[in-house]
């Protein structure tokens, strides 16, 4: 099972980005599926997340109106789009998925993470 996340990038403040995390070895149908972020010196904390089947989503308060998590069943692939991107938006994002919902447990499958970089 793989969950590949492309898109990180470097960007001004204010600017926007896509994540894109394509999964791929098993079905996620029913599952929760999202993106967490690590900054320097902090801890991981959660973003984001969507669930496959119903497209019900969740945010962390401090993305909440300027990120939005969708997903394409068709490509198979979960979008995060950031805009209004502010330097503590620096991070390294990672896409995670559970079957149970993303911020009450650790997720059991991660992808590798992708940079994402604001410059002020």
């Known amino acids: 099972v793989q969950l590949q996340a492309f898109g990180g990038g470097l960007v001004q403040a204010g600017g926007s980005l896509r994540l894109s995390c394509a999964p791929s070895?098993?079905?996620?149908?029913?599952?929760?599926m999202g993106w967490f972020r690590q900054a320097p010196g902090k801890e991981r904390e959660f973003v984001a997340a969507?669930?496959?089947?119903?497209?019900?989503?969740s945010y962390t308060s401090s993305v909440e109106g300027r990120f939005t998590i969708s997903r394409d069943n068709a490509k198979n692939t979960v979008y995060l789009q950031m805009n209004s991107l502010k330097p503590e938006d620096t991070a390294v994002y990672y896409c995670a998925a559970d079957v149970k919902l993303l911020t009450t447990v650790e997720p059991y499958y991660w992808g590798k993470g992708t940079q994402v970089t604001v410059s002020s």
């Open positions: 070895g098993r079905s996620f149908t029913g599952y929760f």
């Open positions: 969507i669930n496959w089947s119903t497209g019900t989503t």
